[in-house]
């Protein structure tokens, strides 16, 4: 009875094995954008990836030169940050600045096909084979044609919320006024109707710029490097097998999607935070009554704020009870109080779990979020570009912070926002469920996007997952023919009914008209 439990245990694990084993397949990974927030969620995948035994080529601009790591190759891309023109903050008009974008995108595009160590993996006639292409997926089209070069499926890779042109090209519903659609958002919702009028005109004049002269650059750019005969760029975007969106439903506005798109998120926040370096762990230990904790991110320095800004930000600080470390990247900060600390770099996450901090001010980064709620430390924020306004909205209206305008703020809204934050409990207690949830919500989503990528891998794409929306044309996708033709055709309709009326009152009061005198006639 024993052994034949014993044997049963044994073939069950045996069985278990068979399923646990897994193909090792070769990847290369390209993320063009050079901004470590976009890198490290990428990275921390990749990292997994390899775990699992798959092989990794790893196009980058942030790369860890790991020798410990076996089987992951990165190709260093880091002078693209050289390239980085983006300076203008709090775009109010993300559409309209496109064409900025679109410059350096294509500039950007050219200079990593160019690379010559790149060059030498794609080259035609390379021995290189490739099991899969992982791609950030934002504005560079032309990188599509290296999952054609390899035969291997494509997977789009997002860092923060989808883009428009991303959720046209997989045939997602184009919801112009919807608040996930973070190039549009300026206002918080609800907006009026000449707001959603602007923001469904600003939308397809994008559309236009980026179908036909954004695409036309990539696809020369391409051609440049794979030959004449490339296949249409959009036709290859839109046959990407998944997408990877970082965008988290408790922490965004919810919306319908097509089933390719792959919900990710939290990928870079590590469990365990390292411990802290000696000096900042003095200053925070010994901040009794509470510290603030202040940073604007990695793309924005601070020496990109104005005197004026940096002086009320200053005149603020002073004023509040608590410490406050700044991660501000200039040598002297000018007039500093006695209770800010300064420092050019700051081990975020580690900061961010110290049980002093009282409030994270921030400019409302995607992967600042993920870690302040994951740490459970409320905010201010203060958007300064990109998805950072929708990001700091939806906090807002969580309940878990406060927000503050770059550009108008002054020392008073500061201290009292940051006052009203640190000494409020409830916006504490609503970080903390939020943490919660969120914490149940993502446990799963680094596994489950393995499993999607070794499903890709497995059957080579997914076209069982494709939404035929997304081959219809622009016309078709919202129906906006049919609402043509129905306005046009009861416009006419009722033009109609106008001129045959009037047509037959005449007619009619004539014909009364002339015989009621004849009658007034006959009686006199
Ligand atoms: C590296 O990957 C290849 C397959 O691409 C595999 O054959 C080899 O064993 C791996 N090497 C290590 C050290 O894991
Ligand atoms: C896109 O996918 C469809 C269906 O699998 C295929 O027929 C078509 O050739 C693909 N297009 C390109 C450019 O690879
Ligand atoms: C800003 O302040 C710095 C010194 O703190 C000064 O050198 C600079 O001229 C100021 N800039 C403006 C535009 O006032």
Partial sequence: MVA????????????????????????????????????????????ALNKRGHEIIFVTSDPMNDPTLKNYTEIDISFLYKSNYITVLDVKDWFGSFYKLSGMANLQTDQILQHPEFRKIYTAGSNENFDMV????????????????????????????????????????????????WELYSKSPPLTFWDRLGNFVSFWRFL????????????????????????????????VSLVFANQQTPISFSRPEVRKIVEIAGFHVSPQSKPLPKDIKKILDGATQGFI???LGSNMKSSMLSNETRNELVAAFSKLPYEVLWKFENDVLPDKPKNVHILKWTPQQAVLAHPNLKV?????????????????????????????????DKMVSLGVGKKLELRTMNRNEIEEAIRTVASNKRYKDEMVKLSTLLKENSQHLLENAI???????????????????????????????????ISVGTTVVLILICYVSHKLLTVIISAWKSPSLDRKKKWK
């Fill in 4 to 47: 034949r439990r014993t044997i049963v245990a044994a073939i069950i694990c045996i069985l278990n094995c068979a399923v646990e084993f897994i193909d090792c397949y070769r990847i290369l990974c390209i993320c063009p954008r050079a901004s470590i927030s976009h890198q490290v969620v990428f990275r921390s995948f990749t990292l």
């Fill in 134 to 181: 992982l791609l950030e997926m934002l504005y560079w089209p032309a990188l599509f044609v290296l999952g054609k070069r390899f035969d291997a499926p494509v997977i789009g890779l997002s860092p923060m919320g989808l883009t428009m042109n991303v959720q046209y090209v997989l045939g997602n519903p184009i919801m112009t006024s919807h608040p996930s659609n």
């Fill in 208 to 239: 236009h710029y980026y179908k036909n002269n954004h695409v036309t650059e990539q696809a020369a750019i391409a051609r440049k490097y794979f030959g004449e005969d490339i296949p249409d760029l959009e036709e290859l975007e839109k046959n």
């Fill in 293 to 295: 904790y202040m940073s």
């Fill in 360 to 392: 994270f001010v921030y400019q409302g980064g995607l992967q600042s979020t993920e870690e302040t709620v994951s740490h459970g430390v409320p905010v201010v924020g203060i958007p300064t570009w990109g998805d950072q306004r929708m990001q700091i």
């Fill in 451 to 485: 499993w999607w990528t070794e499903q890709v891998l497995r059957h080579k794409g997914t076209s069982h997952l494709h939404s035929i929306t997304a081959d219809d044309p622009w016309y078709r996708r919202q129906d906006m023919d049919l609402i043509v033709f």
